[in-house]
């Protein structure tokens, strides 16, 4: 009987690949398994073994599977089936979602290893130079690798020499799985076993009366193994026993001590025992109990609670009650900036049963929490993490907090798949028939949306924790105070006043300007022309810190220009403000204030958020000035004000969702200020104090706002009353971009009618050398949403088989916001 394997591989294809394996390996392999297997001439993939059967494949033959990588299954069968609702409902390959979700570590690509054919003999004068330096490390080695092959002839492009070698014969090549993950070893030591007994040690100490160091040694690591009754490290011994490693290594060698290696988590927690939550304040206790009464009838519950009301501190009531269960936790959070001081907060009640996922860890750190939470391990009880978190194994889920769940940066954009985490954990919950909890102080209109129609339970926190005031919010008209000539730099009297006033009181201020850089745009004033980026439609943005102009959207960037590239003049000038601007003007306005900057170019490190936290949480800088990293859910005891640059610039953008993101950016940002007995304040510099939303957002009136909005969201048919589909075409070609979104979305036409926009370029619409145009398809909400993505499918099927549209790319993109 023949035996096959369908295997999921990590490639955007939108199928299963069967291989033929023998009786042995089909008894041996459960799904979940990682296979090595050969795809297409040489390339061998890591693929997760799908399911096992008899059926041969009817349109190929199935290729013998290269090996196996696992004992055990390393991912669960609850996983697989997640990941084809992810693959289904966003329109995407479940290979794609494969790849997503596993560390790149556990993804092992073949490497290719060159090999001397034994069967030529080689006229080593007919040789170039480079093709003889390879064949002569041949000689002395049976194989080397491409990474060699680069180091030896020490060029960047080595495909010709290899090319070369291919077409004499010379050499032969062939494939070679590398596994990446090493786990970390350390070195301990201990007695040997002769000396474990009471007289035999007590000969030895006799013994070693004269040799004091290492009488030490000997005594140091009783001393140690009793107190700590785990393995001693080499580095702990010669720090107890003050020796250096001369003197254990001259007792190995005497065959009194022995080394052995123990292997040990890469991210420990050595802290103290967790200390037992505190009590709730009434408001909070009342929030706690309708949350309890609200699962009971709702999987999902939205708290409204207001910035400050201690939301953290019921999640952790929660939390303590699922764990006791034995229960595993999922704490999501929009941004890494917000987990270094989440991670403290946690472990102080948890101590190590909390575990961290992001892309900050290094890919083994990520293998040690993926491997602890699929063995359910108590030290991953509690997974903290970014939106990739949702894809680790867990083995026993009982709850999911998606905390500020309103945030964008829950939306996945690129790669696919193009997921929304806090709509993906709703369902991720329901396999494991846990609940979930919503927390924000300014809920997603979906959301809310949601709980008014009692989809979703609904509890609502409006008092600051210790009956703190809101904080006092306040508009500053810089129109007018241009006109009266009453600015400094970017900074008005009246903010420059109260920024004063915070610093001789000894208090801390956070500015929000959400632009990273010194300036948007260089321009020159004899000829108005301003630095474009060669690969993208945007001008250049000014780093100073760098001196160099640089794209945000490629990476490409330039030395700062000293003359216009059109005219020559050197009459330059900036236009536009960003953080690194702020931060200067600071330094120039307060000489003797400590600024920080905290923005994507300021946090590059693994422990940068981190470092900067702590140093403000210390006192140690007076102003902090941020994008939106500074917004959002950061709990600072000493800071009385916050001052928004200029909230124009987030009011006027052009998107649909533009008043409800502007209104909980400047809620959130305000939220930082006054958390604890002195009221805060906060200053809004803007260009129109009487927008409706600047309005509602200083007397922090969500009720009418999110009204507002819906009633505009139902007239003009956009989420949550309609789904959005969005399909981006992408081409070098501008030409062929415009032909082939017209003939899709003249397709779509067909179907949807007037539910088709576009084509239409998007504001930056060449990015990295390609041409974007998107077609956005609103699906109405009686309109079966599996029927449209078919109908979607169909026509991408086809538009893929038409020769002139090879090259083009189609991104679909669903419920794009």
Known sequence: MTYFVDVIIPIPVERFFTYAITEEEAQFIKPGMRIAVPFGKSKIYTALAYSLHNVPPIHYEAKEIHQILDDEPIVTVAQIKFWEWIASYYMCAIGEVYKAALPSGFLLESETLVCLNADVEVEEAEL??????????????ASISIQDINAIVDKKNILPIIKRLLAKDIVVLKEEIVEQYKPKLVKCIRLKEAYTSEEALQELLGTLSRARKQ???????????????????????????????AVIKSLVTKEILEEFYVQQDRVEYDGEEGVASGVLNTYQADAFHNIKSSFEKHTVTLLHGVTSSGKTEIYVKLIEEVIAQGKQVLYLLPEIALTAQLIHRLQNYFAEKVSVFHSKYTVNERIEVWNNVLNNKSKAQIVLGARSAMFLPFQNLGLIVVDEEHETTFKQHDPAPRYQARDAAIVLASQFKANVLLGSATPSLESYYNAIQEKYGYVVLNRRYGDVLMPDMELVDIKEAHRKKRMKGHFSERLIKEIEKTLEEKEQIILFQNR????????????????????????????????????????????????????????????????????EELKELFPKASVARMDLDATRGKHAHEKIITAFEQHEIDILVGTQMVTKGLDFRNITLVGVMNADNLINFPDFRAHERSFQLLQQVAGRAGRTKKRGKVLIQTYNPYHQILQQVTVNDY???????????????????????????????????????????????????NHVLGPEFPPVSRIRNYYLKNVLLKVPPKQSLQKTKKVLTKINTSFSSIPEFKSVRVLINVDVY
């Open 215 to 245: 009488r030490e040694v000997i005594l140091s690591l009783f001393t140690l193994s009793a107190v700590t009754g785990k393995s001693v490290k080499v580095t702990d011994l010669m720090a107890k026993s003050g020796v250096s490693s």
């Open 516 to 583: 990273r850089g010194y300036a948007p745009i260089l321009e020159c004033n004899t000829c108005g022309h301003s630095p474009q980026c060669p690969n993208c439609d945007v001008s250049l943005t000014y780093h100073q810190f760098k001196n160099q102009l640089r794209c945000h959207y490629c990476g490409y960037h330039m030395a700062m220009q000293v003359k216009c590239l059109a005219c020559g003049s050197d009459d330059l000038d900036t236009k536009g403000f960003g953080t690194e601007q702020i931060e």
């Open 703 to 753: 009720e009418h706002m999110s009204k507002e909005q819906l009633q505009e969201r139902y007239l003009y048919k956009y989420p949550p009353f309609y789904k959005l589909i969005k399909i981006t075409f992408k081409d070098k070609d501008y030409a062929k971009v415009n032909k082939a979104s017209d003939w899709f979305a003249t397709s779509m036409r067909n179907s949807f009618q």
């Open 128 to 141: 170039k130079d480079d093709d003889f330096l390879v064949y002569e490390a041949l000689q002395y080695q």
